[in-house]
């Protein structure tokens, strides 16, 4: 099918126990256990969400998998972009999805990696406190040479995605740790002694973490952004934060806004359409299943409102070389997060459907 953009979707592998989480959360933990005890907590609050068309799948069926990557490219997505967890001294997490589409050379569906380069704890990944469960190191130039040689067999399979030849690779926070840099350094080094062309690294900027500007300063060749909170963040009012407050407090009740409003401070025209600069599409977010009432809603969200999200990333792009016409979607399967393309028993395939539609000619 021809396409106006290519079409890259977050994919979480976290759908499969590990002996980590059965310590942490308790036995047979995955991130369906969030999904499943999810509560509505305010009126018109759209949980739990069930799963349709695949069901309460584990990541390491194959055809789980298959069944994925078909319904994906049925519907205008290019490829999955794999959150990969390497937090140093060799330690791995959640991998197996991935090394098995990687091994069995199946599904047919193109790929690439996002190092997920964050430590686990706070509300983020469910806790209800600030203690670490697993820390992001940065051992030096041996732990960063072990971990090129674990992605090469990746890089040179002829599935994974590039951007002029060159393998794409985001970094979730491109800045503020020094080592970063050193990181990038050693793989282009090591890239080059490996036949390889250099590698193309993407930046990922969510809201005013770090800037664009910052990102490509500290070595990248390109940025992904994500405004997710880019709304709340404009509306920091004393009225707001006083209302806010009240709901947590009092009412309580998470920070609920409306995915129609929101949705329009996802986007930056001037910033997002320049080249090297690649915008996300956002289907929706609740991330209450994780963190509580702590967690930020956007209630209301359509399959018509994310029409409309949707054709103004297109237009954004529209104008760029053919090569840079890259988009993120956020995500194929963030379910615990209420933010997935996956059909659900409210929706169905609705949203693919509306993504299809913005994205085929």
Known sequence: MEKKALVIAFYLP???PIPENDEWWGKGFTEWTNVGKAKALFKGHYQPRVPADLGYYDLRVAETRKAQADLAREYGIDGFIYWHYWFGNGKRLIERPFNEVLNSKEPDF??????????????AHGMTNRNIL???LYP??????????????AFKDKRYITVNNRPLFMIYKPVGEPEVKVFMETWQKLAAENGLPKIYFVGHCIDNKFTVKEILENGFDAVNTTRLFNYTLNHRTFGQKVKNRFNRVIRNVPLAYPYKIVS???LSPKEDALENVFPSIIPGWDHTPRSGREGLVLTNSTPEYFESHVN???KIVQDKKPENK???LKSWNEWAEGNYMEPDLLW???????????IVK
């Open 264 to 266: 329009k401070y996802f």
């Open 110 to 123: 193109p790929f690439c990696l996002a190092w997920a380069n964050e430590t686990w704890k706070g509300f």
């Open 326 to 328: 890259i988009i993120f």
């Open 134 to 136: 697993i820390e992001q």
């Open 348 to 358: 169905g395939k609705k949203y693919l459907e509306k993504l299809k539609k913005c």
């Open 14 to 16: 976290q759908f499969h």
């Open 312 to 314: 103004e990333v297109v």
């Open 140 to 153: 030096g130039v041996k732990d960063y040479t072990a971990h090129f040689f674990e992605v090469l067999p």
